[in-house]
């Protein structure tokens, strides 16, 4: 199993740009991920109600597993429970990635989106993950530290923290852009 992912921080506006470019080259849908009692599935991410916000003021935010259209993907059963729950998740999934939206919490602090795949080797999984990579540096400023920056988020680089764990962390986990 090979491993690929990549972070970068982008406001609102830089992740509109970047996935109606991704979505226009590539015909795919997204899934939702977790526990849940039905299937959640939308072809434009863009008009998902926290499309670019952050909810939980942390890293880990908003998942979504990415496939073509032609895709469903397979729902893994919770073995501890005896109701409809099922989890989705990129392990029985190989082709796909993996889509953490991040976004602006509370108006103070950006955390990063993170795209990644555990499938790299997969045909599908390194088609969709390239795309998606090449799609979010057409509307990248600079890369720092690991992280790509968006156009907008640079510009608003003075008005917000950048944070890469928690908005409970101390400021000096946070990515200082120069």
Known sequence: MTTKSFRIFVTKEDLISIFYDFQQNNNIHYFKCGLMEDLVEISDITKEPHFGINIRGNHINNQWVVCLSDTSPIKRKNKFRVDNIFFIDQELNKASVIIDIGGL????????????????????SKHLYTMLKKSCKKFTHCKQNGYLIGKDA???????RFCTISIDSPSTYDLKLK
């Not at 602090?109 to 045909?123: K, R, V």
């Not at 640079?154 to 917000?160: H, I, N, Q, T």
């Open 105 to 124: 919490y509370e108006n103070q602090a950006l955390f990063p989106t993170e795209i990644s795949t555990i499938w790299y080797e997969n045909e599908t």
């Open 154 to 160: 640079y510009l608003k680089r003075e008005s917000y």
